[in-house]
């Protein structure tokens, strides 16, 4: 069976569904067979990040209600065959979703595939849970201020209530990836430093991607930022992907100022 991974935020906007996409195909690229799900019914934007929104002819409420099967409803990536897609309902809500038909969808998926990546809604409403229910971890998305991490704490403590994993006694592996960061408003104090959202969340951190307004025009242009190698988020997310795979790597400090002749130096090898 593959490894079942939500994606949460709490809050909305901290870059969890850009997470999703990048971590996904940076999983595909380390020759993992990926899945990626987009529980975020009624709203579907995982088909736009990752250039498939064109292709999209069945859907997740459509799957579990047996109109169309798995199969004809995956899309394969264009960018990588191991990556497939399964994109949310547009025209339904939340309301839609059923704990039996979840626990099939996933567990089927879970046969096919190394890794399924479910895209859980913001908030922590009924989509948000059940989107969590079945999942073996949980990969927590925040921003370096005090919203994003207290909304992320409130998250967590229901994805350990409410998880079918806790109800069984058994523990829900979580990790940490901090988005947005900003060296500058760091070292000024305007953000909060790893070293504090660690000191708060106490989950293990599996990745800190820098601010990059590169990730604007990749969405915009349906090309996940981990195909870019000038992009520090891009091989941000390429090493929280090849950490997820299992392999040991490094972790970067993009939250200190590189100035003169180390910055010099850093770029020559990038």
Do not use: W
Request: hydrophobic letters at 40%; proline letters at 3%.
């Amino acid at each position: 069976m593959g490894s079942i991974i939500a994606v949460i935020s709490g809050k909305g906007g901290v870059g969890k569904t850009t997470t999703t996409a990048n971590v996904g195909l940076g999983i595909a690229i380390n020759n993992k067979r990926c899945v990626v799900v987009d529980f975020d019914i009624g709203q579907r934007n995982l088909d736009m990040i990752l250039g498939l929104e064109n292709r999209v002819v069945f859907d997740i409420v459509q799957v579990m209600d047996g109109e169309a099967n798995v199969k004809q409803a995956l899309i394969k990536s264009k960018f990588d065959a191991n990556l497939f897609f399964l994109a949310a309902s547009q025209t339904k809500d939340k309301s839609v979703l059923d704990s039996d038909k979840i626990q099939k969808l996933v567990t089927d998926l879970a046969e096919d595939f190394d890794y399924v990546i479910l895209d859980a809604p913001a908030g922590i409403e009924s989509g948000y849970e059940h989107t969590i229910e079945f999942a073996d971890s949980a990969i927590i998305v925040v921003n370096p201020e005090v919203s994003s991490i207290r909304d992320a704490d409130r998250a967590i403590g229901i994805l350990d209530s409410k998880s079918q994993k806790v109800k069984e006694g058994k523990e829900v592996i979580k990790y940490l990836v901090i988005n947005r960061i900003d060296p500058k408003m760091v070292q000024s104090g305007e953000m909060l430093t790893s070293e504090d959202i660690l000191e708060i969340l106490s989950i293990p951190l599996i990745g800190k991607v820098p601010e990059d307004r590169g990730i604007i025009d990749a969405s915009n242009q349906g090309k996940p930022i981990i195909l870019d190698k000038n992009s520090p988020a891009g091989q941000a997310y390429k090493r929280i992907a090849t950490r997820i795979c299992g392999e040991m790597v490094a972790m970067e400090d993009v939250e200190t100022i590189q100035t003169g002749l180390m910055s010099k130096i850093k770029g020559m090898f990038k």
